[in-house]
């Protein structure tokens, strides 16, 4: 007994320490739960007391080069509501829907849902601040202004592709506002107020601020004075063509910066739930891909020049209208064609057997070299949603025929932004630049540049030389041959027409041409590379010098004025031998001019006079302009003893 | 009828300990439940004044058993199972017993209802104090001492898991083994059991899915934070923000509705919120002195039986002490068992404060 006693005693003492011991775990367990998983847990549950009503941040702004603001916010405050603050619903929902627009029981619905927070979507979201102050006046319990804003781009359809759009919740959709929304998006910011799990406040915890954090500015490479030029240029040639669609491009071929692009149809952002997807969808100038016609022959002159394969002007050539290609009779655009000739002359008529015989001496191996190292086949790379690549025979597949067609700008597909990027690279001494349109990333209250985005120079395709070979054949198209249109007095602009039928099903379209031109100035160092295409322009003749050609010379015109350019001396003088082009005439001096002597004067203008009397006063234009024959010379008379009569 | 006029002065250490976890559950029980309370009741005092009431009521039991001399129990042990066992088996049928939180384990009508499992645990004790204390030797045999020993807990275990409550069936096992480790059952048999035990406790949990939930929850209770995990969850959001020194009294967070009954079996969770981690290992230390003290009135019993029967009372009371705080800092998985002299509740804190008063009773005739 006595010794079983004491294991008794053993036993207790045994089980008190055993007893202790598990005390001990349960307070060092206690322990790390408050400071090993503290902080954890601490967040967590902050979260879960936490109500947010979120601050949004501004979206950053879209910005010209010159600062000019091309997409930009209006404050437009969103209401919401917490719910279990509400005090009288019933009340609060006919005050709400009086001051929103809104159905009462939409409103009630919204105010007595079960939710932490509740946007009163769509009404209450983004209004006018006028209605935002109605609603503090009110100052219903429960019911918060949380500070939004609404994009806003104040030039509507201007430059609409490119900038695209964002939605509702400030994000980007579209375009630029897509491609950069990360950047210009922002960090939401917060107030956070601490509630009990039946939705209302907890005493005594302040609430905690977190303030959103706004986006940054993108400043882009567009030049707005350039893009206006280019989009006045495109409305007139919408209005005057009726085409099915027009592009348009303006690039500085030195480092790749777009200065100006737009394309017809286009649409107002802040309208874009009313248009078509397919219209927002294809930024045409980087989406679209057809036969690019004869602006392409830039690249097989310029491989034949690199290649020593021709000499411009001491090489002739003789076109008979027609050239026989692996079985078929490929023929020039001239019927007849345009006989003996340099190849500066094939160059400048665009003459389709001359560049056969080009692309002949290449070979298909060195054409289709040049053509890739020129960027075709594969996309340039450009900061935008949506880029083509284009196609290119695959090079086992060509044969003569191809390689023949090819050389002139058939059977092959190109987007616009590669002829751009390829024409730049000809013309700068034969650097192929990266195409790209955002400049730098701003910080939107200091200015600061936060990030700048560099000229990216991929290869160099051809010699300073060959470029400068080919700077001058094609100013000479514009002075002397298919490109006349384009010509700048002083700018010594060069290009290249094109006109390229298109085709559906495999098969080219009757009477419906992409018309194009592609052009540069000056042409001594090529400050800027302009594309226009028109998609089937009507009741016109559809030659790309006669429809797109005008259009980059209008546009061209702008920029000297704009960048500044000086009038070059040595430019290849114009020649007017066409009956598309006649020779201008110099308006003379009219001023003083009794009514009379007018009659002898006017051999191929016309008059529109206005005012009363025998004396011209006025005149527009002014003399010593050149202008077209048969153009419109306004002229106001008046008397000269009304002077006097005044002075009584 | 049993007092007896010279009897000498209980151990007074043993009656602070117990008034002090009394006095901290008294001020945790309001603070904890003023919210609630409030809202359900508009009454911030609703809990508090109930578990005054009970407190008073368990006090006075408390001294008045500590008068009634222990032997009585000796006496009345085998009359007291059987009434245990008979309330234990009414309450598992339908009509008889009231479900609440999940559980058939109430019985009576409105306030004066009781839970019989807790009485259980009492009877069980005083039945294995009087059994073993008269069969010591027998114990180091299976067949003929811890075979039937055993298998009168696992009748009770059973009963008790009928309810379902395994919180309460796990402490009165607990207890039991542990006093018939006192008694001097063999080593090996422990080792044999407790490998039979924890093969036993698997198939438990096994055969119903919700316990498996619930362990799963208290593995990750992310998994599932709005069903299973929810209760450990909010218990840790309150617990980990407490830091060392806490929120400061009445400054918890989370009984503003998040965590469920504050008051009841999660209250040691707004303790470590409000009061922190100091605070919470005051309470543990209490405990731990009211288990040395219970221990220490158990080595210097007068008797066999006295030991047996004090050893049982504070090894009660510990188990649960840990199987709680281990609950509510996710040690262990959700078992619903109360926090002794500190959750809200009658039926335990009268019924705690009682067997304490056995304790006393005890510490009378120790030598301490």
């Known amino acids: 007994m006595r010794a079983t006693f004491f294991t008794v005693k053993k036993r207790l003492v045994v089980s008190l320490i055993v007893g202790l011991s598990l005390f001990l775990i349960i307070s060092i367990r206690l322990g790390y739960v408050q400071f090993a998983l503290g902080n954890f847990l601490t967040e967590r549950a902050e979260d879960s007391w936490s109500r947010n009503v979120p601050f949004e941040p501004q979206r950053g702004d879209i910005l010209d080069r010159n600062d000019v603001k091309l997409a930009t916010n209006q404050s437009a405050p969103t209401i919401f509501v917490v719910p279990r603050q509400i005090e009288n619903p019933t009340q609060v929902a006919k005050q709400l829907s009086d001051v929103l627009g809104m159905p009462v029981q939409k409103a009630y619905k919204h105010i007595t849902k079960v939710t932490s927070i509740e946007r009163l979507h769509p009404e209450g979201r983004k209004v006018t601040l006028d209605i935002a102050n109605k609603i503090r006046d009110l100052d219903i319990k429960g019911v918060y202004i949380a500070e939004d804003s609404r994009r806003y781009y104040p030039y509507g359809k201007y430059l609409s592709h490119v900038l695209g759009f964002a939605g509702i919740d400030n994000q980007g959709l579209m375009g630029l506002e897509a491609y950069y929304d990360k950047e210009l998006k922002g960090e939401e910011g917060n107030v956070r107020f601490f509630s009990d799990a039946k939705g209302k406040r907890m005493p005594k915890i302040a609430d905690q601020y977190q303030s959103p954090v706004d986006g940054l500015d993108l400043r882009l490479t567009i030049d707005s004075r350039i893009q206006t030029a280019i989009e006045r240029e495109l409305d007139n040639a919408e209005a005057l063509y009726n085409p099915e669609g027009i592009v348009a491009i303006a690039m500085n071929p030195n480092n790749g910066e777009i200065l100006g692009m737009a394309s017809r149809p286009s649409f107002n952002p802040i309208e874009y739930q009313t248009v078509s997807p397919e219209i927002y969808n294809r930024n045409l100038p980087v989406w679209s891909t057809y036969e690019p016609g004869s602006t392409f022959k830039i690249i097989t002159l310029a491989a034949a020049l690199e290649e020593n394969l021709v000499n411009l002007q001491k090489d002739n050539f003789h076109d008979g209208g027609s050239v026989e290609v692996g079985g078929a009779h490929l023929h020039c655009w001239k019927s007849g064609g345009h006989g003996s000739q340099t190849f500066l002359e094939v160059v400048q008529n665009s003459c389709n057997p001359g560049f056969v015989e080009l692309g002949d001496r290449l070979g298909k191996a060195k054409l289709f070299k040049y053509i890739k190292d020129f960027g075709f086949g594969e996309k340039t790379g450009i900061d935008l949603q949506g880029e083509g690549k284009g196609i290119l025979f695959k090079l086992d597949r060509v044969g003569p025929l191809e390689a023949a067609t090819t050389a002139f700008g058939q059977g092959v597909s190109v987007t616009p932004i590669q002829q751009v990027a390829a024409v730049a690279a000809v013309v700068n001494g034969g650097y192929l630049y990266k195409p790209y349109i955002a400049k730098e990333l701003v910080d939107s209250k200091t200015g600061t540049v936060l990030k700048k985005f560099t000229p990216e120079m991929k290869r160099k395709v051809i010699s300073e030389e060959t470029s400068k070979q080919v700077r001058y054949a094609l100013e000479s198209v514009v002075a002397q041959g298919t490109g006349k249109n384009a010509f700048v007095d002083g700018l010594r602009v060069g290009g290249k027409t094109g006109t390229a039928q298109k085709v559906k099903d495999g098969r080219y379209m009757e009477n419906n041409y992409i018309v194009s031109f592609i052009g540069f100035a000056p042409a001594d160092k090529p400050e800027v590379v302009i594309y226009v295409a028109v998609d089937h322009p009507r009741d016109t003749l559809q030659f790309g010098g006669t429809v797109a050609a005008p259009i980059v010379g209008n546009i061209m015109k702008d920029i000297k004025q704009i960048l500044d350019i000086k009038s070059r001396k040595g430019a290849i003088a114009k020649e007017y031998n066409s009956w598309l082009d006649p020779a201008p005439i110099i308006v003379p001096n009219f001023v003083g001019m009794d009514k009379s002597k007018l009659q002898t004067q006017l051999v191929e203008l016309k008059i529109e006079a206005s005012g009363s009397g025998n004396i011209v006063k006025f005149q527009s234009p002014a003399p010593g302009t050149k202008v077209k024959p048969n153009s419109k010379i306004r002229l106001f008379f008046d008397e000269e003893k009304n002077d006097k009569l005044k002075k009584k | ?368």
């Open chain 2, 1 to 368: 009828m049993a007092k007896n006029k010279q009897q000498p002065s209980p151990d007074i250490f043993l009656v602070i300990v117990t008034l002090s976890l009394l006095t901290v559950g008294l001020i945790m029980v309001y603070s904890s439940s003023a919210i609630w309370a409030n809202y359900k009741f508009e009454d911030a005092f609703y809990f508090a004044k109930r578990q005054m009431l009970f407190a008073g009521v368990g006090v006075l039991a408390m001294y008045t058993i500590s008068t009634i001399d222990y032997w009585v129990w000796k006496k009345y042990s085998k009359t007291i199972l059987i009434l245990c066992f008979i309330l234990l088996i009414a309450v598992v049928i339908p009509g008889i017993g009231m479900v609440r939180g999940g559980a058939r384990s109430w019985i009576g009508v409105g306030a004066f209802s009781i839970q019989p499992s807790e009485f259980m645990k009492f009877g069980l004790i005083c039945f294995l104090a009087k059994y073993l204390s008269e069969n010591q030797k027998l114990i180091t045999t299976f067949k003929s001492g811890l075979l039937p020993t055993l298998t009168l807990v696992f009748v009770a275990f059973g009963l008790i898991m009928l309810q379902p409550d395994l919180g309460t069936g796990a402490v009165l096992v607990a207890t039991c083994v542990v006093m018939i480790f006192i008694s001097g059952a063999r080593i090996s048999h422990f080792v044999w059991l407790g490998m039979i035990g924890v093969l036993g406790f698997v198939g438990l949990i096994l055969s119903a899915p919700y316990r498996i939930k619930r362990i799963i929850s208290f593995i990750d209770p992310w998994q599932d934070p709005l069903g299973a995990g929810f209760q450990i969850i909010q218990s840790l959001y309150a617990i980990g923000p407490g830091g060392l020194f806490g929120l400061g009294l009445g400054q918890s967070r989370q009984k503003f509705y998040y965590l469920p009954e504050p008051q009841t079996d999660f209250i040691f969770a707004i303790i470590a919120e409000e009061l922190g981690f100091i605070g919470g290992v005051f309470v543990i230390l209490l405990f731990s002195l009211l288990l040395w003290r219970g221990i220490k009135i158990a080595l210097s019993a007068p008797d066999l039986f006295s030991s047996l029967l004090a050893t049982g009372i504070i090894s009660m009371v510990s188990i649960q002490v840990i199987i709680n705080i281990g609950v509510v800092t996710g040690l262990f998985p959700v078992t619903g068992i109360t926090l002794p002299f500190l959750s809200y509740g009658g039926s335990s804190l009268t019924l705690t404060l009682a067997t304490v008063g056995v304790l006393l009773n005890i510490s009378r005739y120790s030598k301490i």
